[in-house]
């Protein structure tokens, strides 16, 4: 390309460049947005009702006694203050009701109005029904379960999976049935959710009866052998049946979340960048990159929206990364393969870094009729007659440079380092003005930074928020098997959109935290199952108990008046017991029981 620089204007906070020439790849146009990048008007799938209150009154006096949930039978005969009346009698319908005093005191008495009927049924014509999400009422307002939404984002589809290859993977490789059910299942899920925010050492110390490690939520929903049981034969797919995918063992779980996923509608800045799931294993799709939080793992392509909801990822494992291959490089590959198979509408803006971004891809996503911005590369702009870097660095704080080709932009701004910006999202070249921190007068200056600058720090870090989301609470519970990390992963990420789903879409105020423990223990308490009795005392809790036996300190013989108690010592029925260690002791067996 021979370009022709004819003019050079430089002003005090900014330079600009033009270029012209009479080839047809001059710099000179203007930028001009495609027709088809549109702003993208997002009508949710799921449209908020109303709160209405609903009453049900009663055919006789047995069914109002038998269906009061908030109070029992002394309220139908209230008698006391009226200023703290039950809600039983505050949700009722009040009726006018005329007393024989009335007629004979001959005052006119009118029949008041029946009582407003609320509609007979309300038409909701969302464009696809996803799923039915149970409405429970709220003090404020009316919205899902937050177990039944995490439920939703982890669809039936993939639990129905795991349960069947459970089951066959127990009897392949063990011998023997595992009888894996779905209420069983869900339990396992919220436990390892649990583990999340109230993690221990070991994972059999959620069982234990210590009262410094026990947890009672996990240990009254299922036993600790069964728990083990599934950990040791959970599967999401059948051995017999490898092929030459590197995460043949994961594929459901990518494929079925990411079809879970599309319930929430895309918005309109999406961002494109890889995330990565910790793991320190052996496997040969496992990742090191340098300057990440997380250096070693499994690297996965993401397309999540700004906010952090995850649209789509595909993991990266070289040649058989399910992606299409565009002739474009592997940077537009990944962003025009994820578009793609999310099937992202037309008008959405995606926001990239500069392993991305070339100038074929801003031609490739003006054509589709996306918009497209990120940062670039000095080796890519070979053939771009910028001001050499080290000529531009000596020019103040603020300073500018814009190239203008077809429909796409380059910006050069000078501020701490020199960032080159390209994008095709701008019809004309504009700025805005930032505070940056001057250290020789010490205070803030005003600088003019590029528009489109300002729009990529603003919407690129969603797929890194989605990463720090799902970091917060991570599950603790862990295992030997390579796949096990990406499973952990899978609930995490799915637990987080279900939170961002029950914030932007339902309007839930809750944060991650409290969303989390509700559907840990919502999970636990619906589907688990408590055991008869609990295990054998564990070391500690005999230690503990015989330092206290042998302190030789305030043992005294006390009568409990319990005829059937067995004697510590003797094991024979005794009404008496230390007061101090609370053990059963006959008088006799008193001063050998505690080595006196």
């Known amino acids: 390309m021979h370009l022709q620089v004819l003019n050079f204007v430089q002003c005090s906070h900014r330079t600009h460049k033009h270029v012209t020439g009479n080839n047809s790849d001059r710099w000179d146009k203007p930028l001009y947005q495609h027709a088809n990048t549109h702003r993208l008007t997002v009508l949710p799938n799921f449209l908020l009702l109303p709160t209405f209150l609903i009453a049900i009154i009663p055919q006789n006096e047995k069914d109002a006694v038998l269906s009061d949930c908030d109070s029992d039978e002394s309220d139908m005969d209230y008698e006391g203050e009226t200023g703290h009346l039950p809600a039983r009698l505050l949700n009722a319908y009040a009726e006018v009701?005329?007393?024989?005093?009335?007629?004979?005191?001959?005052?006119?008495?009118?029949?008041?109005?029946?009582?407003?009927?609320?509609p007979s049924s309300i038409t909701c014509q969302p464009e696809e029904p996803r799923a039915k999400l149970q409405v429970v009422k709220n003090k404020d307002r009316v919205c899902p379960d937050p177990m039944d939404i995490f439920l939703l984002m982890y669809p039936p589809t993939l639990r129905e999976i795991t349960v069947e290859m459970s089951n066959l993977y127990s009897t392949q490789t063990k011998g023997k049935q595992l009888n894996l059910s779905m209420d069983e299942l869900l339990t396992f899920y919220g436990i390892l959710i649990t583990s999340g925010y109230s993690s221990v050492p070991r994972r059999h110390m959620y069982w234990s009866v210590d009262n410094d490690v026990h947890n009672e939520s996990i240990s009254d929903a299922m036993r600790r052998k069964r728990f083990d049981e599934i950990m040791a034969s959970v599967h999401v797919v059948d051995n017999t049946k490898?092929?030459?995918?590197?995460?043949?063992?994961?594929?459901?779980?990518?494929?079925?979340?990411?079809?879970?996923?599309?319930?929430?509608?895309?918005?309109?800045?999406?961002?494109?960048?890889?995330?990565?799931?910790?793991?320190?294993?052996?496997?040969?799709?496992?990742?090191?990159?340098?300057?990440?939080?997380?250096?070693?793992?499994?690297?996965?392509?993401?397309?999540?929206?700004?906010?952090?909801?995850?649209?789509?990822?595909?993991?990266?494992?070289?040649?058989?990364?399910?992606?299409?291959?565009?002739?474009?490089?592997?940077?537009?590959?990944?962003?025009?393969?994820?578009?793609?198979?999310?099937?992202?509408?037309?008008?959405c803006k995606f926001i990239h870094d500069n392993l991305f971004t070339t100038l074929s891809l801003m031609d490739e996503m003006t054509k589709r009729g996306y918009g497209s911005s990120g940062t670039m590369r000095q080796n890519r702009l070979s053939d771009v007659p910028f001001t050499p870097v080290n000529a531009f660095m000596k020019f103040p704080r603020g300073t500018s440079e814009v190239l203008c080709q077809g429909e796409k932009l380059l910006v050069r701004w000078k501020d701490n380092n020199i960032v080159t910006v390209a994008t095709n999202m701008e019809e004309k070249y504009t700025e805005t003005s930032v505070k940056r921190w001057n250290r020789h007068r010490r205070a803030f200056d005003n600088v003019q930074q590029p528009k489109c600058i300002s729009q990529y720090n603003e919407h690129m870090?969603?797929?890194?928020?989605?990463?720090?989301?799902?970091?917060?609470?991570?599950?603790?519970?862990?295992?030997?098997?390579?796949?096990?990390?990406?499973?952990?992963?899978?609930?995490?990420?799915?637990?987080?959109?279900?939170?961002?789903?029950?914030?932007?879409?339902?309007?839930?105020?809750?944060?991650?935290?409290?969303?989390?423990?509700?559907?840990?223990?919502?999970?636990?308490?619906?589907?688990?199952?408590?055991?008869?009795?609990?295990?054998?005392?564990?070391?500690?809790?005999?230690?503990?108990?015989?330092?206290?036996?042998?302190?030789?300190?305030?043992?005294?013989?006390?009568?409990?008046?319990?005829?059937?108690?067995?004697?510590?010592?003797?094991?024979?029925?005794?009404?008496?017991?230390?007061?101090?260690?609370?053990?059963?002791?006959?008088?006799?067996?008193?001063?050998?029981?505690?080595?006196?």
């Open 461 to 596: 870090g969603g797929v890194d928020l989605h990463d720090l989301q799902v970091s917060r609470y991570y599950i603790s519970v862990r295992s030997k098997k390579w796949w096990w990390p990406i499973f952990a992963w899978s609930l995490n990420s799915a637990l987080v959109n279900a939170h961002l789903f029950y914030r932007d879409v339902i309007g839930g105020t809750i944060d991650l935290l409290t969303f989390s423990r509700i559907v840990s223990q919502s999970l636990l308490k619906k589907f688990g199952t408590k055991p008869l009795s609990h295990g054998r005392r564990s070391l500690l809790s005999a230690t503990v108990e015989d330092q206290a036996r042998y302190d030789k300190a305030s043992h005294w013989p006390i009568n409990t008046m319990h005829r059937f108690q067995r004697c510590r010592r003797c094991d024979k029925r005794t009404t008496y017991a230390c007061e101090k260690c609370g053990v059963p002791l006959h008088i006799e067996c008193f001063k050998m029981y505690h080595g006196v």
């Open 242 to 347: 490898i092929t030459d995918d590197p995460f043949f063992k994961v594929r459901p779980i990518f494929s079925e979340l990411n079809q879970s996923y599309k319930v929430m509608p895309f918005q309109e800045w999406l961002s494109v960048d890889e995330s990565m799931i910790p793991y320190y294993g052996r496997h040969g799709c496992k990742q090191f990159i340098k300057g990440k939080p997380i250096r070693f793992g499994y690297k996965v392509w993401s397309l999540a929206s700004s906010s952090g909801y995850m649209y789509h990822m595909e993991p990266y494992c070289g040649s058989h990364t399910l992606l299409p291959e565009t002739g474009l490089g592997q940077g537009p590959s990944v962003i025009i393969g994820l578009a793609e198979k999310a099937q992202v509408p037309q008008g």
């Open 97 to 118: 009701m005329q007393t024989e005093h009335d007629w004979n005191d001959g005052l006119p008495f009118t029949t008041p109005p029946s009582p407003p009927q609320p």
